[in-house]
């Protein structure tokens, strides 16, 4: 099974950016969806940001349209989560996940789930 890693987590003032990095450990990510979702103290999982194998047509939550960005770069085995403007109730863990088959904003729907790195988004 392909284990995926995040990294680029970390605290950020408000209006402040991170981007967050999703590797894949051994055999890459190619051919897979990937996506994003957070987890906040006490709150369901929620996709924020999803792409497909080809990098097109990505798709966003509501609560980050339009200030987080979602890429890859097979080449890297990465996908990236560009985040910008943030606000405090970006505040979570973050997580990456993949799967084979269109977006989705239901974790059930991913096979495969990196261990999350935590943004904080605090003055």
């Known amino acids: 099974q392909v284990q995926l890693v995040e990294s680029g987590g970390g605290v950020v003032q408000p209006g402040g950016s991170l981007k967050l990095s999703c590797a894949a450990a051994?055999?890459?990510?190619?051919?897979?969806?990937v996506a994003w979702f957070r987890q906040a103290p006490g709150k369901a999982r929620e996709g924020i940001a999803c792409i497909p194998d080809d990098g097109g047509n990505t798709h966003y939550a509501d609560s980050v349209k339009g200030r987080f960005t979602i890429s890859r770069d097979n080449a890297k085995k990465a996908v990236y989560l560009e985040m910008n403007s943030l606000r405090p109730e970006d505040t979570g863990i973050y997580y990456c996940a993949r799967r084979f088959s269109l977006c989705s904003w239901s974790p059930a729907e991913f096979l495969s789930w990196g261990q999350g790195t935590q943004v904080t988004v605090s003055s």
């Open positions: 051994a055999f890459g990510l190619d051919h897979t969806t």
